[in-house]
């Protein structure tokens, strides 16, 4: 049987799970609190779901004509199935629908699997921010800057 994916937008009703979500797929995850605070009118935030599961979320910030991805993330147990790839891709094409020209984000230096999803979907390295992210060993790690131009 072929899976069922859906991309919508993320509901008050999604947060317990967008929580497990983030806290089984990140070191160091954000709070419920920073959760529920990235959400509102300046925010473009989606979810994705196979058959009827949320599986993971992107939550990104829209400032005039830029927008700013804050927090990607996919189940562990769902990781690998092009999923976070179709999830970024259909975030760009609503952006675009937007008006919205650039999407920046920052991503640890040791991220490769997200440098290489963000690569694929047209991002590139624009600069090095250090010491930008702690580590959960209580040392800090540096941040590559990089942007998508969605004006194509
Ligand atoms: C980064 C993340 C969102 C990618 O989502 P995903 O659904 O696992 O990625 P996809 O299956 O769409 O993969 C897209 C590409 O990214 C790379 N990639 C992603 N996950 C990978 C993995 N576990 N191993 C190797 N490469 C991986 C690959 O290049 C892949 O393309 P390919 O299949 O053609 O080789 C997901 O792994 C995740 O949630 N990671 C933890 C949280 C995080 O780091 N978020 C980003 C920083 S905020």
């Given at each position: 049987?072929s899976?069922h994916?859906?991309?919508?937008?993320?509901?008050?009703?999604d947060?317990e799970?967008?929580?497990e979500?983030?806290?089984?797929?990140?070191?160091v995850?954000?709070?419920m609190?920073?959760?529920?605070?990235?959400?509102?009118e300046?925010y473009?935030n989606?979810?994705i779901?196979?058959?009827?599961?949320?599986?993971?979320?992107?939550?990104?910030?829209?400032?005039?004509d830029?927008?700013?991805?804050?927090?990607?993330?996919i189940?562990?147990?769902?990781?690998?199935?092009?999923?976070?790839?179709q999830?970024l891709?259909?975030?760009?094409?609503?952006?675009?629908?937007?008006?919205?020209?650039?999407?920046w984000?920052?991503v640890?230096?040791?991220?490769h699997?997200?440098?290489?999803?963000?690569?694929?979907?047209?991002?590139?390295?624009?600069?090095?921010?250090?010491?930008?992210?702690?580590?959960?060993?209580?040392?800090?790690?540096n941040?590559l800057?990089?942007a998508?131009?969605l004006?194509?």
């Amino acid at each position: 049987m072929s899976s069922h994916i859906r991309i919508e937008w993320i509901e008050p009703q999604d947060f317990e799970r967008l929580f497990e979500i983030e806290q089984a797929a990140h070191l160091v995850p954000w709070s419920m609190g920073t959760l529920k605070n990235n959400q509102g009118e300046r925010y473009h935030n989606l979810k994705i779901s196979v058959n009827q599961q949320i599986v993971g979320f992107a939550i990104s910030q829209i400032v005039v004509d830029e927008a700013t991805l804050f927090n990607i993330a996919i189940d562990p147990a769902f990781q690998g199935q092009k999923l976070g790839f179709q999830l970024l891709q259909q975030l760009l094409v609503q952006l675009q629908q937007k008006g919205i020209k650039t999407l920046w984000l920052e991503v640890r230096e040791s991220n490769h699997n997200a440098q290489k999803l963000y690569e694929q979907c047209g991002f590139n390295e624009v600069c090095v921010r250090r010491d930008y992210y702690p580590t959960p060993e209580g040392k800090r790690e540096n941040a590559l800057v990089m942007a998508a131009y969605l004006s194509f």
